[in-house]
DNA sequence: CACATAAGTTAGTGAAGGCTAATTTTTATA
DNA sequence: TATAAAAATTAGCCTTCACTAACTTATGTG
């Protein structure tokens, strides 16, 4: 009985991953939106409809929906014509992601992948790693740093910016 | 004018990078579906609409459009009522899928993400892994065999397989 | 072999996420 | 300040990927 019971559980354990992903694939589309978003604002003063159609490489029309499914999920304000705002959910939700995208790439760079596919990469890993991941990510990080630290230089560079 | 070049290029390198990221969530079904009727194939014998419903979590229905559009693309054959096959070009997306899964979970396991929580992880991030991140996962692998290998053992034990 | 149950299929629905084309509003400039 | 250009919106279309409900075919059991 045991041989038959084991097996279910697997198959219910496979499903409930595979439901997980479906999850993360939903998320996914808002963590990149407020994101973005995030760094317009911060880095350009504000966040219009074009500037997210050119980075994101889809239509003006295209993000105009998009934006109307986030205003609708409380994530971003906006009035017809002018920019787009955050809300307080949706800079939270910024944040996170901002944090959980620079650890991935910082990650992927010191385990030695070249800049560019590290940059790719990360832009889908980054939607799903789980919290053990992410911690795991950031312990080998933390060694890193120490490894490449010369002894008698107060601190080692950090990860080289683009 | 090198200022608003750099800035045009950066926004077209990213829109591209978005792009990528589309096209990997387009080839994702299709990398799922074909590693796991190669996985019942092997298994079980032979691979049906009920078993892949059951495991990834969706209904005989969606199951039954989903190979369709597979067997349009070239992927499987199937007969009504028939199970499902695969094609020479399905069976090598199987065995590619399944192998950059193997290798993204053990890296994970290796990197000390608990079993669970790698596992999960690896269904998704399996799909956002290029030739040269699945590289670094390689060497980082191979590094690990050799560290955990004991002097005088001959070869170091490979990953534990599930 | 009849017939109940399991499996597979079909039809119809809906949301997400793309697109193009046409229109409206805002912004910039002559 | 007219008017041209840019930006945003709307309308309509398409595919994917889910679902439920109803139906058909296959399978197994008494
Ligand atoms: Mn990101
Ligand atoms: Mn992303
Ligand atoms: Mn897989
Ligand atoms: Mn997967």
Redesign the interface.
């Given at each position: 009985m045991n041989a038959i019971d084991n097996e279910k559980q697997a198959?219910v354990r496979?499903?409930?991953?595979?439901?997980?992903?479906r999850d993360?694939?939903q998320r996914e589309q808002a963590e990149?939106y407020v994101e973005l978003i995030a760094d317009l604002i911060d880095g350009h003063g504000e966040a219009r409809v074009v500037d997210l159609a050119?980075?994101?490489?889809v239509t003006n029309a295209t993000v105009n929906n998009t934006i109307h499914r986030l205003q609708r999920d409380g994530l971003v304000t906006s009035k017809p014509y002018r920019s787009i705002f955050l809300t307080e959910e949706g800079r939270k939700l910024a944040e996170s992601a901002r944090e959980r995208h620079r650890i991935v790439r910082a990650f992927?760079v010191a385990?030695?992948?070249?800049a560019d596919?590290?940059?790719?990469?990360a832009?889908?890993?980054e939607?799903?790693?789980?919290d053990?991941?992410l911690d795991?990510?950031r312990?080998?990080l933390g060694h890193a740093d120490a490894r490449e630290a010369k002894p008698g230089s107060f601190r080692g560079a950090r990860q080289g910016g683009a």
């Amino acid at each position: 009985m045991n041989a038959i019971d084991n097996e279910k559980q697997a198959v219910v354990r496979l499903a409930e991953r595979f439901g997980r992903v479906r999850d993360a694939h939903q998320r996914e589309q808002a963590e990149d939106y407020v994101e973005l978003i995030a760094d317009l604002i911060d880095g350009h003063g504000e966040a219009r409809v074009v500037d997210l159609a050119g980075r994101l490489g889809v239509t003006n029309a295209t993000v105009n929906n998009t934006i109307h499914r986030l205003q609708r999920d409380g994530l971003v304000t906006s009035k017809p014509y002018r920019s787009i705002f955050l809300t307080e959910e949706g800079r939270k939700l910024a944040e996170s992601a901002r944090e959980r995208h620079r650890i991935v790439r910082a990650f992927l760079v010191a385990l030695g992948v070249d800049a560019d596919s590290a940059e790719a990469d990360a832009e889908g890993i980054e939607h799903h790693v789980s919290d053990a991941t992410l911690d795991a990510f950031r312990r080998y990080l933390g060694h890193a740093d120490a490894r490449e630290a010369k002894p008698g230089s107060f601190r080692g560079a950090r990860q080289g910016g683009a």
